[in-house]
């Protein structure tokens, strides 16, 4: 479904057999290739395109064996935002919440109290920093196209990186706060997730500044568990 372009996403379903799909997206000339797994089964998953505006190729695998995997479907869009923010603001494939959530819902109390946007970045940031902390178990455990759940990390009290990052990406995209989450390695080659997170505001939340009309970077995963931002990935 190819509707929502302007919006910055689109939403795709399969109904075929295959037990595991890949979804690529490309925004031409970028270099980069997003992947999502998606579940099979008719329903829908949002996609974002995150890439700004330009010429999308949009890619369906179906896992064969092993690495080996079969082009199901390919096409090509258009793109021209709104706004650039908007692919930042919705809930997503990857960053889950919605009307009612547990996220959602401690999201508005944290605001309610908190007042204006840097004292409700900081209030969901401190949030997550003392409630949650690190699922060691989870960690060796978890398998290659993992989703978060932020209403079962908050259940739990406990999660793995992506879960930190998750979590925080849901509650605050649900108050209209533009969030990006981003994936890749720290220098010792350990995979990781962190944010970047964009305020209308000058202010602060942890130890990070935050500027106005500026994306600003987190870590909640280092912060709750070491104490504050120090380890930055490349």
Same mark, same amino acid.
């Given at each position: 479904?190819?509707?929502?372009?302007?919006?910055?996403?689109?939403?795709?379903?399969?109904?075929?057999?295959?037990?595991?799909?890949?979804?690529?997206?490309?925004?031409?000339?970028?270099?980069?290739?997003?992947?999502?797994?998606?579940?099979?089964?008719?329903?829908?998953?949002?996609?974002?395109?995150?890439?700004?505006?330009?010429?999308?190729?949009?890619?369906?695998?179906?896992?064969?064996?092993?690495?080996?995997?079969?082009?199901?479907?390919?096409?090509?869009?258009?793109?021209?935002?709104?706004?650039?923010?908007?692919?930042?603001?919705?809930?997503?494939?990857?960053?889950?919440?919605?009307?009612?959530?547990?996220?959602? #819902? &401690? +999201?508005?109390?944290?605001?309610?109290?908190?007042?204006? @946007? %840097?004292? !409700?970045?900081?209030?969901?940031?401190?949030? /997550?920093?003392?409630?949650?902390?690190?699922?060691? #178990? &989870? +960690?060796?455990?978890?398998?290659?196209?993992?989703?978060? @759940? %932020?209403? !079962?990390?908050?259940?739990?009290?406990?999660? /793995?990186?992506?879960?930190?990052?998750?979590?925080?990406?849901?509650?605050?995209?649900?108050?209209?706060?533009?969030?990006?989450?981003?994936?890749?390695?720290?220098?010792?080659?350990?995979?990781?997730?962190?944010?970047?997170?964009?305020?209308?505001?000058?202010?602060?939340?942890?130890?990070?500044?935050?500027?106005?009309?500026?994306?600003?970077?987190?870590?909640?995963?280092?912060?709750?568990?070491?104490?504050?931002?120090?380890?930055?990935?490349?």
């Amino acid at each position: 479904d190819t509707s929502n372009l302007s919006q910055g996403y689109v939403m795709c379903r399969y109904t075929g057999s295959a037990s595991k799909v890949a979804v690529q997206v490309e925004r031409i000339g970028s270099g980069k290739k997003y992947t999502y797994f998606i579940s099979r089964g008719g329903e829908y998953a949002s996609i974002p395109l995150t890439e700004g505006n330009g010429r999308y190729t949009i890619t369906v695998w179906e896992h064969l064996a092993g690495k080996r995997y079969s082009l199901a479907e390919q096409l090509t869009v258009d793109v021209s935002l709104e706004d650039d923010l908007l692919p930042f603001l919705y809930a997503s494939h990857i960053i889950r919440f919605r009307e009612g959530s547990l996220a959602v #819902e &401690k +999201a508005r109390e944290l605001a309610k109290k908190a007042g204006g @946007e %840097p004292e !409700t970045i900081a209030a969901v940031y401190d949030y /997550i920093v003392k409630s949650i902390r690190y699922d060691n #178990e &989870k +960690a060796i455990s978890v398998g290659a196209g993992y989703i978060s @759940e %932020p209403d !079962t990390v908050m259940k739990t009290g406990k999660g /793995i990186c992506i879960d930190y990052t998750a979590l925080m990406a849901a509650m605050l995209r649900s108050l209209g706060i533009p969030v990006k989450m981003i994936y890749g390695r720290e220098p010792d080659g350990a995979h990781h997730s962190w944010l970047m997170v964009y305020s209308s505001e000058v202010g602060s939340a942890g130890d990070q500044v935050l500027s106005a009309g500026e994306w600003t970077f987190f870590v909640p995963t280092f912060a709750a568990n070491i104490g504050c931002e120090s380890r930055v990935p490349d």
